[in-house]
Structures are given as C-alpha cells and as structure tokens.
C-alpha cells in the first residue's frame, strides 16, 4: 500500500527559506510522479498545485513560486523534497505531497492524485 508523509513545515520570515521532505513507500515500481500542493487557511480557500516532478526528474511549477521553489526527489532514499526560498506571507498554506501513478512526463494539474499525505503547515511572518 502506498504511503506518504510530509515534514518539514514550520514558521519562518518573509524572505526566508525551508525546505518540506516527503517520504514515500509502498510503489511497486517507478512509474509515478510527485507533486506538491498547498491550501491555505480559512474557508473557501482552494488547494493549488506547486510543483511536480516526474520519473526522468523532470520538473514543472506554477508561475508564483518559479524561481523560488526547487523540488527534488531520492528515490534510492524514497524522499521528495521541496526547497522554498525567498518565501512571502502568501506562501502561507498548509502544504501536501501527493503521488500520481504515472510513467510519462508529467501530464498537468487537471490529473486527479492517487496518494496523497496529511499535510504539513508552513507560515511565513512578515
């Protein structure tokens, strides 16, 4: 059975840097990508792809955190990993890894995610 656990969020300022881990298990083979989301607090507010990579490790972001945000992946350690710098208040979120069972490059946001974890919280001060 697939799993997947974030770490890593905590509370830092603006302009600063963290760095969340996602560690995996349970895949049968190789063929997946994996992607981070975030939601920020509060009612209405809608859960937002970040970044995503895929099993060439290739990599995509969304257009606010390019430049910003590095995500990576182990797979001989089974961790994901997404580097935030530079990090602003709007960064606040509750921040997800998921997983797609997916061979090929990564095919887009519209994707529904197989696997996803509980989140962990980051919030940046100003």
């Known amino acids: 059975q697939v799993q997947v656990v974030e770490s890593g969020g905590g509370s830092v300022q603006t302009g600063g840097s963290l760095t969340l881990s996602c560690a995996y298990w349970?895949?049968?083979?190789?063929?997946?990508?994996m992607a981070w989301f975030r939601q920020p607090l509060g009612p209405g507010q809608k859960r937002e792809g970040v970044?995503?990579?895929?099993?060439?490790?290739?990599?995509g972001y969304v257009s606010v955190v390019k430049g910003r945000f590095t995500i990576s992946q182990d797979n001989e350690k089974k961790l994901a990993y997404l580097q935030m710098n530079d990090l602003k208040p709007e960064d606040t979120a509750m921040y997800y890894c998921?997983?797609?069972?997916?061979?090929?490059?990564?095919?887009?946001?519209?994707?529904?995610?197989?696997?996803w974890g509980k989140g962990t919280l980051v919030t940046i001060s100003s």
């Open positions: 998921a997983a797609l069972l997916w061979g090929g490059s990564w095919p887009g946001w519209d994707r529904n995610m197989d696997h």
């Open positions: 349970g895949f049968t083979d190789n063929r997946f990508c």
């Open positions: 970044a995503a990579i895929d099993r060439a490790a290739a990599a």
